[in-house]
């Protein structure tokens, strides 16, 4: 079968499965791609030539494994996050293009020189590592208590930060182990915000990652709620909190920066226009 045959097959048998693609023509030439190694260009180059056997037997295993909903991240096992590219498997976290909102906000107000934050959720470690890559001055402090997620927090580590760059990775519950090593002058982090019952609508996809990194409990703010009580002990006087939240939890957000003493607090919007990230300080005094 010709390469361009095999993807306008494909593309037939992606829409067929009810599976989160906006683009099955466009999906299937990138899972050939990955699976061939060929960039978009060496692509167009094969377009006409006869796929071998093995190739076939190659391609049919991502397919395969694609049309069963399983992301498209865990099979070719990486993900773009700002300018890096990140390991992803099951077991962690697929960096999400709106938590880009995060780190653009953070790099743009808070200071360039020394800077110690906190984290709650590390998984892939795409936040701080990001951060880091753009501040070399700032200190992380990543927590992720998801066994399954440290290889690749480790892994990408390794692999996109220099030597010299001081991310520690903190294996275990953030509620536990934080104080151990506040106070810190910000908390930035994306923590799971979904509502219980949201869970069995998501699409087959999402449900393929860790629960515990999207299950916010029955409110969808049990995490949240906690960071915020939990915050203020952690964060030194004036120290920031900033978090992704859900489209719908903008008020709610609101209320606990109120309630436990947050000062000129903010929930900024996504590229969407939607409300997507809580950006406040703890009050002085
Ligand atoms: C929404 S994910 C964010 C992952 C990554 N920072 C990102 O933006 O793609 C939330 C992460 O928090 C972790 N997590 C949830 N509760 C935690 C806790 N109490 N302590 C440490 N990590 C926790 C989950 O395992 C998951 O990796």
């Not at 909903?69 to 993900?79: A, D, K, L, R, T």
């Not at 923590?191 to 029955?218: C, F, H, T």
Request: with cysteine; net charge negative.
């Amino acid at each position: 079968m010709k390469v361009c045959d095999y993807i306008a097959a494909g593309k037939s048998r992606l829409e067929g499965a009810r599976l989160e693609c906006a683009d099955p023509l466009l999906h299937m030439r990138q899972m050939v791609s990955a699976g061939m190694g060929w960039t978009t260009t060496q692509l167009y180059l094969h377009w006409e030539e006869t796929l071998s056997s093995e190739a076939l037997v190659k391609l049919e295993r991502i397919v395969e494994r694609r049309l069963t909903g399983e992301p498209y991240q865990y099979i070719v096992g990486e993900e773009w996050f700002w300018k890096s590219r990140f390991r992803v498997g099951p077991g962690v976290l697929i960096p999400r293009r709106e938590t880009e909102l995060l780190v653009e906000t953070a790099l743009q107000r808070c200071p360039s020189h020394s800077f110690k934050v906190a984290e709650l959720g590390a998984g892939s470690g795409n936040i701080g590592i990001t951060c880091l890559l753009e501040r070399p001055e700032w200190e992380w402090h990543g927590f992720e208590s998801n066994e399954e997620s440290w290889s690749y927090l480790d892994a990408n580590r390794r692999e996109l930060l220099p030597g010299s760059a001081k991310y520690q990775i903190h294996r275990g519950d953030f509620f536990d182990l934080a104080s151990r090593h506040g106070p810190y002058d910000a908390i930035l982090c994306n923590p799971p915000y979904v509502k219980q019952v949201e869970w069995n609508g998501l699409s087959k996809e999402v449900r393929s990652e860790p629960r515990i990194a999207l299950d916010g409990g029955i409110s969808g703010l049990e995490v949240v709620s906690r960071l915020f009580r939990e915050s203020v002990f952690l964060l030194s006087e004036g120290g920031l909190l900033a978090l992704e939240i859900g489209n719908d939890q903008e008020e709610a957000a609101r209320q606990l920066a109120s309630a436990n003493f947050f000062a000129e607090s903010e929930v900024l919007r996504d590229y969407a226009g939607l409300p997507r990230l809580f950006w406040g300080k703890r009050r002085k005094g």
